[in-house]
């Protein structure tokens, strides 16, 4: 039979006996593989530096082999594979390029160019394509997916890794407390994520045979907090995925729950105590592992004071101040960060941390007076910090004060404000400027800084704030925005939690010198 023959015959065949044919169609898409494995080693990614205003690249160790253990063992090397990916996951610093724009500028590069490197295909990106300036209870988030042969089995590596940096506008969720007992800017975006994932997942098992799944999940600030949260639901609603095979590493992460809130979304919950609140001796099982310096005043928020703790397990990175130790960490900030690392004898030790913390909780009295008469001002300036329109961005205009009345009447809490009320409080901050300007050295501090200085105060005047009360917060956000150090042990708290401290500390300080509360080493 001639070829062409035997061709027509096998097609005529193939329409006559479809039954045939089926089961070979079906067995090719099960055959069907994402990704890729790759080889044990070092790459390279890149991340955020709000100290250096620039991408920076950094070297993390990675094998596929991370995941052939169950996720209740600590595993050094994963959670720094996994703060490479989590600091990856913020918007790069490039694309501020186009801060204003909706659509695809490139704020996530370097996640995307670090999926590439460790095998991950089919990656899906939310909210990277929206203003950077947007507020609203929601986060960024990507997922990713690798079939490999893992322990003899097939085995598909499902990424959900949560945007932490770089976010601008979302910062105001982070203010959001809401009406209830929980924090509501980190609980809401929770439900989106999760059913993002299940959708995720069950289109992928249509387009091929997934085998064993195993979950790797990450966050940074406010992702972690969500990332936290989330880990529970997973293990509570997604039956195909075993806890053993959900492996959860969050950094820096702000505490979102009490013991009375969202049994869904609580697992080990605050496993570092006991029923009758004491430390207990070694850590509990866990698979959720919270990374964070001892010094860094983001985890504190809110307040375990008002009754909010995490889920799983918080590992403390020592903050120091014993020379030897400072010495080694500012050596690894000259050679590894940029060209403008993080001076490791400056930042905040456990106790200064807590003592800002102890001030804040003074001022605010409880978890329902913050939410009574600060909360809603303090959205409303943060929201100011971040809005940058076009202008703003490519010639550096500095809006006058009709302008400044028009932003603040498009902000959430203010758009049925008397007009009146709102010129007044911009005419009373316009003035106040200079003398805010003049505490933190003006002519020092980039134009970024400068153009937001009148919209906070004119915010927090809006308000009804003390004016004394509005300046301090005014000259804080001012003082961040602008990486101006200062010897003031908030702004010390602060700077904790740079990324670089978070990179610096994994790196420096062994597994077993985590301790389950806040330390400083002397």
């Not at 089926?22 to 067995?27: K, N």
């Not at 000259?475 to 961040?480: A, E, G, Q, R, V």
């Not at 150090?485 to 708290?493: F, G, H, L, T, V």
Request: with cysteine.
């Amino acid at each position: 039979m001639k070829r062409r023959d035997f061709c027509k015959a096998l097609v005529c065949s193939a329409a006559l006996a479809p039954g045939l044919a089926l089961p070979r169609a079906e067995a090719a898409a099960k055959s069907q593989t994402v990704g890729r494995a790759v080889p044990a080693g070092n790459y390279t990614m890149s991340f955020r530096s709000e100290l250096s205003q620039m991408d920076i690249e950094h070297e993390y160790y990675y094998s596929d082999s991370f995941f052939a253990h169950t996720s209740v063992q600590y595993d050094h090397q994963l959670a720094l594979a996994t703060l490479g990916m989590v600091t990856a996951a913020f918007n790069t610093w490039a694309s501020d390029a186009k801060y204003w724009a909706n659509g695809d500028v490139g704020r996530e590069n370097s996640l995307d160019a670090a999926y590439t490197k460790l095998g991950f295909g089919d990656v899906k990106y939310r909210y990277y394509d929206v203003d950077v300036g947007k507020a609203g209870d929601f986060v960024g988030w990507s997922t990713a997916r690798k079939t490999i042969t893992l322990n003899g089995k097939r085995t598909t590596i499902v990424a959900l890794i949560l945007r932490g940096g770089g976010y601008g506008g979302e910062w105001v969720s982070n203010l959001h407390t809401g009406t209830g007992h929980a924090h509501g800017g980190f609980i809401i975006p929770v439900h989106e994520v999760f059913a993002d994932l299940k959708n995720y997942l069950a289109a992928a098992r249509q387009k091929g045979e997934l085998g064993v799944v195993k979950l790797w999940m990450g966050g940074y600030s406010r992702g972690a907090a969500v990332a936290n949260l989330l880990a529970a639901r997973v293990n509570k609603e997604l039956p195909g995925l075993e806890r053993e095979n959900v492996f959860v590493y969050t950094f820096a992460t702000p505490v979102a729950l009490g013991p009375q809130d969202y049994p869904d979304l609580q697992q080990d919950y605050d496993n570092n105590h006991n029923a009758d609140g004491s430390l207990k001796e070694s850590w509990g099982e866990s698979n959720i592992f919270n990374i964070i310096s001892s010094g860094d005043i983001v985890p504190h928020l809110l307040p375990e004071e008002w009754s909010f703790h995490r889920n799983g397990n918080d590992r403390f990175l020592p903050s120091t101040r014993n020379e030897e130790e400072l010495e080694d960490l500012n050596e690894m900030g000259k050679n590894d960060f940029g060209p403008t690392p993080l001076d490791f004898s400056w930042l905040a030790t456990d106790k200064e941390t807590d003592e800002v913390m102890l001030s804040m909780e003074e001022y605010f009295i409880s978890r329902e007076n913050y939410h009574e008469k600060y909360e809603a001002a303090l959205m409303d300036m943060t929201q100011c910090a971040f809005i940058r329109s076009e202008e703003e961005v490519t010639q550096n205009k500095v809006l006058d004060d009709g302008e400044v009345i028009q932003r603040l009447r498009t902000l959430t809490h203010l758009k049925n404000m008397d007009y009146w009320k709102i010129s007044r409080a911009v005419w009373a901050a316009s003035t106040m400027s200079r003398a805010v300007l003049k505490r933190v050295d003006a002519e020092n501090i980039p134009i970024r800084a400068q153009q937001i200085v009148v919209p906070i105060l004119a915010v927090g005047l809006c308000y009804g704030l003390e004016s004394e009360a509005v300046s301090l917060i005014a000259k804080y956000i001012l003082m961040f925005v602008a990486m101006k150090s200062a010897p003031d042990d908030a702004i010390r708290a602060a700077f904790c939690h740079h990324c670089e401290n978070y990179i610096a500390l994994m790196e420096y300080y062994a597994p077993s010198e985590h301790c389950m509360e806040a330390t400083t080493r002397t």
